[in-house]
Structure formats: C-alpha cells, structure tokens
C-alpha cells in the first residue's frame, strides 16, 4: 500500500485536489475527471447509468427545482415552467433574442431592452446566469456524490464564437453554483484535447472539428503547435442540430398520418408522442435501415434511406459552412491534418460519410461524440492542477475591436481573428487646446464608421492637465485575457493620468450578427473606403478652418486687408465643399487655403521671434 500525507494543521488528507471539466451544453451537460489511476479521462456515471444529464430546469408551483431528464418528460407537458436551451440566452440582453423568442415556449421578459434577459416562471423572474448555475449544481452534486468529495474547481467549456459577456455570464452561472472557474476553454479545443492532438513535443496540425449537437452546429478550424492551440476560424449555424432532424422526421409522419399542425398543437400528449418517437427512430436508424413504431395506435415507418433524403438539405448547411470556415483560415481541405466529430448528431451515418467526403479523409469518431468535449475540459483541468506538462491554449477574436475617432471613424487596435491572449496599444492625441478630456469609445464590427459597428464601452479619460492640441499623448491600450475577457485601458503620458475598465459588455452578439457584421463589411467595403476618404478630408478641412479662424483672430492687425478678406473667401468655399460633401473638391478647397495663408502666417511668427529676441526673453 502506498502512503499518503496528511496535513497536520486542517486534517485533510493531502491528496491533488481534483478539478472537474464541464461541458455546459444547449441540449445536455456532463461532468468528467482524469482517472488518477489509469490517467484516463472518464465522463462520471450516476447509478442510473447515464453521464448526460439534459440542460433542462423545472419549477414547481412551490419553487422546487428538478434538473435532466425528469425535467424532461415535463417539457411539453409544463412548457412554461420547464426551461430548456438556456445557454442561447447567456450574456443576452432582449434585443439580442427577440427575433427568435418564438423560440422559446417559456416567457422571456423584455421591460429593459438593453438589459440582460430575465425569464419569468410564475411570479418569480431568474436570470440565465441563475439557470444554467441550477444545471452546474446538478453536476457537481453528482460528482461529489460519485467521487465521495467536495468539488470546488472547474473548468467549463463554452462554444469558439462566445463573446466577452457570454464567457463571463458562464463564469459568474459557476460562481453561483459554488464553482471557482479555472478557466473557460473552447469546445473545439477541449475536443482536440480529448484525442490528444498536439499533445506531443515538437508536433503541428491542423485540425477541423465538427460538432452537431441537439439545436446548435459549429464548424472551427484550430492549429496546434507544440501543444500551442490557435483557433483559425470559426462558422456555423445557431438553428441547426439534431432538434431538425426530429421535426422533419415529425413533419413526415404528420404526412403519414394525416394529422395537422392545427391537432399537434391542441394535443399536447400527442405532440410530446410523435417528438419522442421522431427522435427514437432517428437513433435507431443509426445502426439499422429500417424503423416501425406506433404513435397513438398507429403505425408509422422510417427507412433510413427516407431520412437520409429528408436531413440532406440540413448537412448540406453544414458542409457550406465548413467551405466558409476554411476560406476564412485561408486553407484547402487537404492542408486539415485531422477533423474531430464532436456532438450526439454525428451518429448519423450520413453525416460521417459527408463530412469524411467533404475533407477526403477518415474521421475521427472514436471517442463519444456527445462526451468529448467535457473530457477534454478534464484534460485542461487535470493540466491546471499540475498533473501533466503545461499546455497555452490560444484563441481568436471573432470581430474586430477599436475605438472610435475624430469624424466618427473606427480605429481597429485588434483586428478579428487575432490570437488571444493579446494585447495591443496606440497613441492619439487632442483636437482642441486646452482639453482636459478624452472620450474613449469600444467598438467592435469591420466597418470604418463606428455608427455601423457595435459599442461595447465607453469611458472618460478626465484631468489631461490643459496643453495645446496635439501635445498630450493618449496611450490607449487593449488587452485579452485568456479568457477572451477585454481591459481598456486609457493613460495620458506626459502627466501619468490613467484610467481603465473591464469591458463586460451589456448584450452580446449572435452569430449571424456577426456573420451579418463580416457581409457587410464586405459589401459595403466600397462605400466605406469613400466615406472613410471624405471622412478625413472633412476633419482635416474643419481643423484648417478652426486654426485659421483663431490666427485670424488673433493677428488681424498683422495682416494687410486684401490678405484678411482673401482667406475668409476662401474659407467661405471650404465650408461650401465641405457642404456639398465632395471630398475631391474639400482637398482642393484646404489646399488653396493653406497656400494663402502660409506665407503671412510665417511672416507674423517669425516677427514673433524676432521680437522675443530683442526682449531678450529667451532662456
Ligand atoms: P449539445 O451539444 O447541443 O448539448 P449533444 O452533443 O448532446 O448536444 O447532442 C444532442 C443531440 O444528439 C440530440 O439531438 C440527440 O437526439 C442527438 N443524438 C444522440 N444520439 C444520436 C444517434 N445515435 N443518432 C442521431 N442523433 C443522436
Ligand atoms: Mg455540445
């Protein structure tokens, strides 16, 4: 028998503690360790023999909760106490999910439009956050039931595509839950853990994982380099999973059976029937080619050459999909070295044969597609508590970040699809003398006017001590973390006055709001190359105005007559330009301005000079 140490002063034996991953998943969440003595990663099994615990959380009228499948079976029965696809509405205000709160057969409250989501059950109103940390205590309270110990440390994966506030929002559901969140790591890249890609020294790949779940589908192109993980590219579709597939198998049989949407909807039980049946055959048809079942007395039939006919448009999304996100990584399907089928839809026979089509070559499927991912977060974790060489894991942005400047123009300090962590800097300066003040705005989106793009922050840089315009230098900074979490941070050098915030943004975008953000970076990448061009010929134009009007003021008694009244003509047809918003004429107009005041304008300073020269005022 080995020994084992005890610490004298708490009692405790002094075992490595173990750190859990968690997969908190939109269809089914699990919980799973490395083996301390195999050094295997096992998802843990309950008695009832399951590791997928369902996301679905019911209310009683008293307020008890029940989490997984007995939450299930009450989800057409209950539809407005039983909450279900949850983790569509973390870090989300209203404005974000209403155009698919049709969704949602439970009540999303929208009295704040910005805020984040609440979800209304009886009288009581609970936060995402709140929901998914009843999913999180399920999982731990099984673990510390199977493992006979108090689990307090977690890793927890969340999708590439989350933004800043989703990934805090899965954070602080931990937290809740009574969880310290080691780190958050994405799926794609906890799949690839759990296959031990990359793992050993000196190796390069690059990996395509495909994961098609219950109602999401994700399609990230990673490369790993001595157990360096970068995610290159990320695409997908936030409607697209297995859920489909049952509805079509449903639409189907309705067919069959000549029952309509209308009776469906009348009859819950008989609606809950057909759904629980669609799904059973499109699991049978996995390993067989033929399903016979009944619903309501009735027999209903599925070939799986029907349901491969029925799904083909679905995979079809999908390989699309996967085209955009290799176009994205700038690869051809032959430089991907691996490709990782991840989620319990990839069973489909059909799926794995197009998908091994499409990238030409054998995929892996060894281990559960379904708990693949939560094995690989026990990889992570079982690194973090020092059991394994340490491994960087590397992520990107999905859009770009910057901040807004002079005219209205987005300054990118981040572009998208850089790595993180990440940190990046620049300088600016004022526009007025005197300015004791900085407004610094977060942006992010691929236009060049921030009106376009979306505001993440905004914050004040205040007591610049007062100089001319141009002398203070405003270092504003950037910085990811590594849980893709943004600090900006704003300093004016010469004097030290420094300010900086965490950007947890109020909503989140989803991503076809990103898709639709890159599209039409592109489609209006025209227009915005001109309007960034009169935009700055615009600024410029006002800035000569605004410094001739002041010398003017200052100097008119230097200046002869004709040369007063020739720049105010002048002036007068740069605001015209300006007006009629003609850049070609505005650059002309500040020129010809500039060229009639320059030489008067070195007149009065060097007569300034000379003056202060004879006073003997120079030091
Ligand atoms: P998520 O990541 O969205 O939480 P999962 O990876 O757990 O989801 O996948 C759940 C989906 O997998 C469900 O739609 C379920 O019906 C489907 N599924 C599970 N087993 C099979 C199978 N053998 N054949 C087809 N679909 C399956
Ligand atoms: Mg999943």
């Not at 009228?61 to 499948?69: I, L, M, Q």
């Not at 973090?384 to 060489?389: E, H, I, K």
Request: with cysteine; glycine share 8%.
């Amino acid at each position: 028998m080995g020994k084992v140490a005890i610490n004298i002063a708490t009692g405790s034996l002094l075992q490595k503690e173990i750190i859990v991953g968690i997969d908190l998943g939109t269809t089914n969440s699990l919980i799973a360790i490395v083996r301390t003595d195999t050094r295997e990663p096992i998802a843990l099994r309950e008695i009832d023999g399951l590791t997928l615990v369902p996301s679905i959380v019911h209310f009683d009228a008293y307020g008890n909760v029940t989490v997984g499948n007995p939450a299930k079976e009450l989800l057409i029965k209950e539809p407005e106490r039983t909450i279900y696809s949850v983790k569509r509405l973390m870090g989300k205000s209203y404005k974000d999910v209403s155009k698919d709160a049709g969704f949602f057969a439970y009540n999303i409250i929208d009295d704040d439009t910005d805020a984040l989501v609440k979800i209304q059950i009886g009288q009581k109103f609970y936060s995402p956050i709140e929901l998914s940390s009843y999913i999180l205590k399920e999982l731990k309270q099984r673990a510390e039931h199977i493992l006979k110990t108090s689990i307090t440390k977690a890793v927890i994966t969340v999708p590439a595509y989350f933004n800043d506030a989703q990934r805090q929002a899965t954070r602080d559901a931990g937290r809740l839950a009574g969880l310290d969140v080691l780190r958050i790591i994405n799926e794609p890249t906890a799949a690839s853990l759990a296959y031990g890609l990359g793992t050993k020294q000196g190796e390069e790949k690059t990996i395509a994982v495909y994961d098609l779940g219950g109602g999401t589908f994700d399609i990230s192109v990673l490369t790993i380099n001595n157990g360096i993980f970068e995610v290159l590219a990320t695409n997908g579709d936030t409607y697209l999973g297995g859920d489909d597939m049952d509805n079509l198998v449903v639409r189907f049989w309705q067919e069959q059976l000549g029952v309509t949407d209308a009776e469906l909807s009348a009859f819950k039980s008989l609606a809950q029937q057909f759904r629980m049946k669609a799904e059973q055959a499109k699991i049978h048809l996995t390993d067989h080619f033929v399903y016979e079942g009944m619903i309501d007395d009735q027999p209903v039939t599925l070939t799986r050459e029907q349901f491969n006919k029925l799904i083909q448009p679905l995979i079809d999304r999908t390989i699309t999909a996967c085209k955009n996100s290799l176009r994205d990584a700038g690869l051809k399907t032959g430089q991907i070295d691996e490709v990782v089928m991840v989620g319990g839809s990839t069973r489909v026979p059909m799926v794995k044969e197009s998908v091994r089509d499409f990238f030409g070559r054998a995929v892996h499927d060894e281990l559960n597609p379904d708990e693949v991912v939560a094995l690989g977060a026990a990889v992570q974790a079982d690194i973090l508590a020092g059991n394994n060489t340490e491994m960087l894991l590397l992520d990107v942005t999905p859009l770009s970040l910057g901040i807004e400047t002079m005219g209205g123009l987005m300054d990118v300090l981040i572009p998208r699809n850089s790595k993180i962590p990440v940190k990046a800097g620049r300088q600016y300066t004022t526009q007025k003398d005197g300015q004791n003040g900085m407004r610094i705005s977060v942006f992010q989106g691929e236009r060049d006017l921030v009106q376009d793009n979306r505001k993440l922050a905004e914050f004040n840089l205040t007591g610049i001590p007062g100089m001319p315009a141009g002398l203070p230098k405003v270092e504003v900074t950037f910085l990811i973390d590594a849980d893709g979490i943004l600090k900006v941070s704003a300093a004016e050098l010469r004097s030290g006055v420094a300010q900086s915030i965490d950007v947890k943004p109020q909503y989140g975008l989803t991503d076809e709001e990103v898709e639709k953000m890159l599209l039409d970076s592109l489609t209006h990448a025209k227009d915005d190359i001109k309007t960034r061009g009169l935009v700055e010929a615009t600024t410029e134009a006002q800035q000569m105005l605004d410094t001739t009007e002041k010398f003017l003021a200052k100097h008119s008694e230097e200046l002869i007559l004709e040369e007063i009244r020739e720049t105010k003509t002048r002036m007068q047809y740069l605001r015209e330009a300006i007006e009629a918003k003609d850049k070609d004429r505005i650059q002309q107009e500040t020129e010809l301005l500039n060229d009639i005041s320059r030489p008067y304008a070195e007149r009065v300073m060097d007569a300034a000079l000379k003056d202060a020269m004879r006073g003997k005022k120079v030091i």
